[in-house]
C-alpha cells in the first residue's frame, strides 16, 4: 500500500527556534498534501493544504508566516514552525494523496515540545 | 460548511460484545466519501471503512460495518465481537468527492474495551 514518512517523530527545542518537519510519499506521487493539528484530546485540524508548484492555502486562524509551507517536488513536502513558542507545541501529521478521488495517506506524526 | 458531529465523547463494551459508535454530518452535497478512522495511544491514523455516498449498500469490513442513512446524514460504526485491540480513538470524517479536498473531522469517540 501507499507509505507516507513524516520525520522527525519527536522534536523537542527551545522557544524561538525553527523547527523544519518533512513529509515524503514513498511510493507514489502526492499532488496534494494536507497538513493537520492535533492538540491533546482534540481532534484533528487542517492547517494548510499544499498543492505541488504553488503556494499553499491556509485555514482562517493559521498564520501562513508562522507556519511555512513548501511543496516542491510531488514527493516531499515540509512544514516548518518559525520561532516557535510553547503555545506552538502539539502534534501534528501529514496526509498525502495523488489526486482527486484518490486516498489520503497518513503519516505517522510528529510530536513537537517546545520549552 | 461541512461539519461532521460525535456525540459520544467516551464508549465502552465488553469484549466479544457489539458497540455502535454514532456520528452525523452536514453538508448541501451529494456525492462525497465518509470514513471511520482509528486512533490508538500510537497516534497512527489508521483507515478503518469507507462509504461512498451513491452507494446505497453500507460498506463492511470484517468486524466492521456501517449504517449510512443518507437522507438522515447519519453515518454509524458497528463494531462486533469487540477485541482489546478495537481500544483506541475513533474519529468520522467527511470528504467531498470532486477534487482533492482535506478531511473534515469530527471531534471522536474514545472507545473503551473490557476484558
Known amino acids: 500500500g501507499a507509505v507516507v514518512s513524516q520525520h522527525p517523530s519527536r522534536v523537542i527545542c527551545k522557544s524561538g527556534t525553527s523547527v523544519k518537519i518533512e513529509c515524503r510519499s514513498l511510493d507514489f506521487q502526492a499532488t496534494t498534501m494536507f497538513w493537520y493539528r492535533q492538540f491533546p484530546k482534540q481532534s484533528l485540524m487542517l492547517m494548510a493544504t499544499s498543492n505541488e508548484g504553488s503556494k499553499a492555502t491556509y485555514e482562517q486562524g493559521v498564520e501562513k508566516d508562522k507556519f511555512l509551507i513548501n511543496h516542491a517536488s510531488l514527493t516531499l513536502s515540509t512544514l516548518t514552525v518559525t520561532s516557535a513558542h510553547p503555545e506552538d507545541s502539539s502534534f501534528y501529521i501529514c496526509?498525502?494523496?495523488?489526486?482527486?478521488?484518490?486516498?489520503?495517506?497518513f503519516g505517522d506524526g510528529t510530536r513537537l515540545s517546545i520549552l | 460548511a461541512q461539519t461532521v458531529t460525535q456525540s459520544q465523547p467516551e464508549m465502552s463494551v465488553q469484549e466479544a460484545e457489539t458497540v455502535t459508535l454514532s456520528c452525523t454530518y452536514d453538508?448541501?452535497?451529494?456525492?462525497?466519501?465518509l470514513f471511520w478512522y482509528k486512533q490508538p495511544p500510537s497516534r497512527q491514523m489508521i483507515l478503518v471503512i469507507r462509504?461512498?455516498?451513491?452507494?446505497?449498500q453500507n460498506a463492511t469490513e470484517n468486524r466492521f460495518s456501517v449504517n449510512f442513512q443518507k437522507a438522515a446524514k447519519s453515518f454509524s460504526l458497528k463494531i462486533s465481537d469487540s477485541q482489546l485491540g478495537d481500544a483506541a480513538m475513533y474519529f468520522c470524517a467527511y470528504r467531498l468527492r470532486s477534487g482533492n479536498t482535506p478531511l473534515v473531522f469530527g471531534k471522536g469517540t474514545r472507545l473503551s474495551v473490557i476484558a
Open positions: 496526509s498525502a494523496s495523488g489526486g482527486a478521488h484518490q486516498p489520503q495517506h
Open positions: 453538508t448541501s452535497e451529494s456525492d462525497y466519501y
Open positions: 462509504q461512498e455516498a451513491y452507494k446505497q
